[in-house]
């Protein structure tokens, strides 16, 4: 198998239909009995008649009795069904905009976000051709599951290792030009599938003897724009994680270590329907507060000393950030005006947002505020972050990488913080949606410096 660069946009003028040794060449489009690679009978809409023996030796399968187009039409306003379907008509218009008859999404995060299954280890191969179902190649742990998916893709439980699966899928599909996530999959992983298909097929322009073209960025982009849906789990991520440390934080007091109070947060979470938290809680007592990513130990937690806690929720595969720093105690002198100047570049980063501002403008604006009184070298990371199934998504609030506009449905931090060593640090951080005339912030725990004393 070969591989191509990116082509210049140019719509597919059709599909070619899959044909294997096992299997006659299917019909043109409206003959109502073109076999599938999966071994059924279908109409070019999806109908399902008697099973035939698989195209798929390697493969048991799961068919869907209803058009792509029939469940986006079904599907109510609002619903998961809805919002899945809509982005997998997305993706399929990116494909046909790059001259691609699929795309084989492989990082397991996108193919949650495009269907919902969350269960890793899946590869989704998705047509240009919005008559044709997606296929979500999988392994029997998944299968009873899967069988709930039905109605968003063809579903192949694989018997194999994935590759071979996905060499026998290309040829049923006869795929021609495909695009492959760079950012995900490996040059090894390239290589090998491209070696694969060489073997199973032949030279390179017999049927089913696809082109594997690079793509890059394609879901990153789709995914940095929130739809209601995803902006409901988030908000439900939020209010775990805010419930979850309302409940914690009467318990804090000193000579607790900093793994006890993480393992009792994570634990609140949890009961309250996480999962797993969306990333290693930080918390850092003491002078551990100035580095920002620093991991629990066994420092204890001390009367008239300051606490840091950064975590967040995962609820149905989203994730929820925030951030708040604690003192036990009355503030000393110098930790009150450091935690006022970080509370006032929030404030002031977050009145900023809106649709159409640029990230580096809201970094600035933070930025400028914190290097004002006398701090900017103690603010050494970015402002903030998209979230959602990922904790750190597009866009990015830094002055590190190219600006780009905020959109209405990008959902982000703010985080500004200082950070100074052997005395400890402070960082907070919201999550806002940004709207056309500004944001919504989805967090409703108080920042003041008062709630942040505790006992």
Known sequence: MRYDPPMKSKRPTGRTRATTASAPRPRKARTPAATTPTGVSRTRRGGRKAARSSALASAVTIESSVSPARLLARAPSGSPERAHAGRLARLREAARAKDLTHLLVTDPRDV??????????????????????????????????????????????????????????????????????????????RDTLADRMDKAIGDPGRPGHGVLVPTRGILTAMRSVKDDHEVALIRHAVRIQQDALLALRPTISPGQTELEIAARLESEMKSRGSVEPAFT???????????????????????????????????????????????????????????????????????????GVTTAEIDRIAREHISRHGHGERFGHGLGHGIGINVHEEPRLTQQVD???????????????????????????????VTPTGAECLCTLPMDLEWSVLG
């Open 112 to 189: 949650g976000y495009l269907t919902g299954f969350l269960g890793g280890d899946s590869y989704l191969l998705v047509p240009a051709d919005e008559s044709v179902f997606p296929i979500l190649i999988s392994d029997f742990r998944y299968e009873e599951e899967l069988a709930g998916f039905k109605t968003l893709a063809r579903i192949v439980i694989r018997k194999s290792t994935m590759l071979p699966c996905v060499v026998e899928t290309f040829a049923a599909e006869r795929v021609e030009r495909c695009g492959i996530q760079g950012e995900h999959m490996t040059v090894a992983e």
């Open 281 to 355: 809680s930080i918390v850092a007592a003491r002078a551990n507060g100035s580095l920002p990513h620093h991991r629990p130990g066994a420092t204890r937690a001390a009367f008239r000393q300051p606490l840091l806690i950064d975590w967040g929720a995962k609820w149905l595969g989203y994730c929820s950030d925030m951030t708040r720093t604690f003192h036990l105690g009355p503030w000393s002198a110098t930790m009150r005006d450091v935690y006022r100047i970080v509370l006032d570049a929030h404030i002031l980063a977050a009145d900023s947002l809106r649709a």
């Open 403 to 433: 600006p780009v506009a905020l959109a209405a449905g990008n959902v982000l931090t703010i985080e500004p913080g200082i950070y100074l060593p052997g005395v400890g640090g402070v960082r907070i951080e919201n999550d806002y949606l």
